[in-house]
C-alpha cells in the first residue's frame, strides 16, 4: 500500500493533472471492455476451489484447461470490439486537448494489450489463490508494485513524452507478471499444466456461470466506469484525475480488506461443497466483522485529517480531491460487507438470483447520474449516489444469502446494523473533528494517532465479540512470546 501511494504521488507530479486524467479516462473507457475479467476471475477461483474441495487431481486439470480455453476466447473478443466499438467512442466521444489526441492514442492502444495480458494471467492467480497459497501471491504482489515504482522513477527522465513511455513500461510490467504466474504455477502445481481438453458440458455450465456473472460485474465496475465518462464530458480531464487519485486511495487501503477475504473466500466455497453450512455461516459473520473494523481503523484517521495528508502526498492536489476520497470510503465501507454473501452465492451456484435482484439497482445510477449533470448537478453528487447504492446492496444481497442459506445468517444481521450504526456515529464524530481542527504538523499527527486507537478500541469492543477478542489477543501474545 505505501509503495502504491508512494507511486502515484511520482506519477501525477510526473505527468500532470491533465495527463493523469487522460490515462485514467482512457483506462476507464478499455474497462468498459474488459470488465468481463473479473467475472471471468470469479468463475475461474469458484470452480477451482469446489473442484479442490470434491473432485480429484485429474477433474482439477480439466477444468483448469477448460479455464484456459475460455479466457483466451474472450480475449479474442475484447480484441475485436476495443479496436472497433473503442475506437469510434475514443475519436466521436472523448475529450483531450489537441496536442495530446496522439499520446492518448498511443496510451489506449498499449491498455487494450495490457487488459488482454492480465485477463490470460487470471487462471494462474485463481489457481495459485484456490490452492490458498497466500504468501507466493503477497510476493508476486509486491514484485509488481516494485516494478510499478521503478516506472514512476523513469518518469524523471526528460526528453520523451512520459504519457507514452507510462504505458509502455506499464505494458511491458504487466506481461512480466504474467510469465510469472505462468513459470510459478506451472512448476509448482501438477494441475496447473495446460494441455488441449475440450469439453462441452463443462463449457456450457462455466458460460452459463459467467453469463450471470457478467452481469453482477456490470453491475458495480461497468457502471462505475461510465460515470467516469460522463464526469469527463461534463468537467473535463481534470475532475477525472481528482476521481482517480480517490479511487487510488480506496483501492490501495481496501487492499487490506481484499486480501483478507481472498484467503477466506476458498474456505467459503470448499466448506459450502461438503455441506457444512454452519462453518459457512461462521466464516462470513468473521469476514464482515473483521473486513470492516480493517477498514474503520485505516479510513477513519484518513478522512478526518484528509487534507493534510494530501498536501503531504502530492504536490498539487487537484480540485474536489479531498471531497471525492471522502465519499468514495464511505461508499467502499457498505461495498467490501457485501462482498461475502455474493461468494455464498457464487459457491451455491445462485449468481443467476443475485444478478436479476441487484443489476437494475446499479444500472439504474447511469440514468440518474446523466440526468442530474445535465440539470447542472455537481460532481460530488453523482458519487453520493454510489453510498445509497451500496448501502442497498448490503441489504439486498443479505436478504438473498439468507435465502440461499435457508434461513441461516441470523447473527449476520446484528454485525451489519452493528457496523451501519458505527458508521453513521463516526461520520458525525470524524465531520465534528475536521471542522474544529486546527492548522499545523504536530496536531495532525496526534489527530491521526487518536483517532486511529478510537477506531481500533471501538471496534475491538462493539463490533468484535468476547470469544474472538480473547482468541485474537492470545494470538497476539503467542507472537509476542514467540519473538
Known amino acids: 500500500m505505501v509503495i502504491s501511494l508512494w507511486t502515484s504521488r511520482i506519477v501525477l507530479d510526473q505527468l ?104 490470460l494471467t487470471v487462471p494462474y492467480n485463481s489457481m495459485l489463490i484456490a490452492q490458498e497459497r497466500m ?28 504519457l507514452i513511455i507510462y504505458g509502455l513500461l506499464l505494458f511491458l510490467t504487466h506481461l512480466f507478471i504474467c510469465l510469472l504466474y505462468y513459470m510459478y504455477c506451472r512448476r509448482i502445481f501438477v494441475a496447473a499444466r495446460f494441455t488441449y481438453y475440450w469439453n ?25 466506469q461510465v460515470t467516469n465518462l460522463l464526469l469527463n464530458m461534463f468537467f473535463g ?36 461443497a461438503t455441506g457444512n453450512k454452519n462453518v459457512v455461516e461462521s466464516l462470513s459473520n468473521m469476514s464482515i466483522k473483521i473486513s470492516f473494523s480493517l477498514l474503520l481503523v485505516i479510513m477513519f484517521p484518513l478522512l478526518v485529517n484528509i487534507d493534510f495528508l494530501l498536501s503531504l502526498w502530492l504536490k498539487e492536489v487537484p480540485q474536489h480531491t479531498n471531497t471525492f476520497v471522502v465519499l468514495v470510503g464511505l461508499s467502499t465501507v457498505f461495498g467490501s460487507m457485501a462482498n461475502v454473501f455474493s461468494v455464498i452465492a457464487q459457491a451455491a451456484n445462485r449468481l443467476k438470483l443475485f444478478t436479476l435482484a441487484t443489476m437494475p439497482l446499479y444500472v439504474l445510477s447511469i440514468p440518474l447520474c446523466y440526468f442530474f449533470l445535465k440539470l447542472g448537478a455537481t460532481a460530488e453528487l453523482v458519487l453520493a449516489l454510489s453510498i445509497i447504492i451500496q448501502l442497498l446492496e448490503l441489504l439486498l444481497q443479505y436478504v438473498l444469502a439468507r435465502y440461499i442459506m435457508r434461513s441461516r445468517l441470523r447473527n449476520n444481521l446484528g454485525v451489519i446494523l452493528r457496523c451501519i450504526f458505527t458508521t453513521i456515529i463516526f461520520c458525525i464524530i470524524g465531520w465534528f473533528i475536521y471542522a ?19 477506531a481500533g478500541f471501538w471496534c475491538l469492543f462493539f463490533i468484535i465479540e468476547k470469544h474472538e477478542r480473547l482468541m485474537l489477543l492470545s494470538f497476539v501474545k503467542s507472537k509476542i512470546c514467540k519473538k
Open 16 to 119: 500532470g493533472t491533465v495527463d493523469y486524467g487522460i490515462y485514467n479516462v482512457v483506462g476507464s473507457l478499455v474497462l468498459l471492455f474488459t470488465f468481463i475479467q473479473g467475472s471471468l476471475s470469479s468463475s475461474a477461483s469458484r470452480y477451482l476451489a469446489y473442484e479442490i474441495g470434491v473432485g480429484t487431481r485429474t477433474s482439477l486439470n480439466r477444468m483448469f484447461c477448460m479455464t484456459v480455453n475460455i479466457h483466451w476466447l474472450f480475449a479474442l473478443l475484447i480484441l475485436l470490439f476495443s479496436e472497433t466499438a473503442g475506437l469510434w467512442y475514443f475519436y466521436h466521444k472523448m475529450v483531450f486537448p489537441p496536442e495530446r489526441q496522439f499520446a492518448a492514442f498511443v496510451v489506449y492502444q498499449l491498455s487494450n494489450i495490457s487488459a488482454i495480458i492480465t485477463l
Open 436 to 454: 474544529n481542527s486546527l492548522s499545523g504538523i504536530l496536531y495532525s499527527l496526534c489527530s491521526i494517532v487518536t483517532t486511529f486507537l478510537f
Open 135 to 162: 504468501k507466493e501471491f503477497a510476493y508476486l504482489s509486491i514484485v509488481e508494485a516494485l516494478a510499478k515504482l521503478g516506472i514512476a522513477f523513469c518518469l524523471y527522465v526528460d526528453g520523451m513524452d512520459k
Open 200 to 224: 462441452w458440458k463443462i463449457f456450457k455450465d462455466m458460460m452459463a456461470y459467467n453469463g450471470w456473472s457478467i452481469g453482477s460485474y456490470i453491475s458495480a465496475n461497468f457502471v462505475g
Open 237 to 272: 480531464p481534470i475532475v477525472n484525475a481528482a476521481r482517480a487519485i480517490s479511487y487510488q486511495i480506496q483501492a490501495n487501503v481496501s487492499k487490506f480488506v481484499v486480501n483478507f477475504q481472498m484467503a477466506l473466500n476458498p474456505q467459503i466455497i470448499k466448506q459450502y
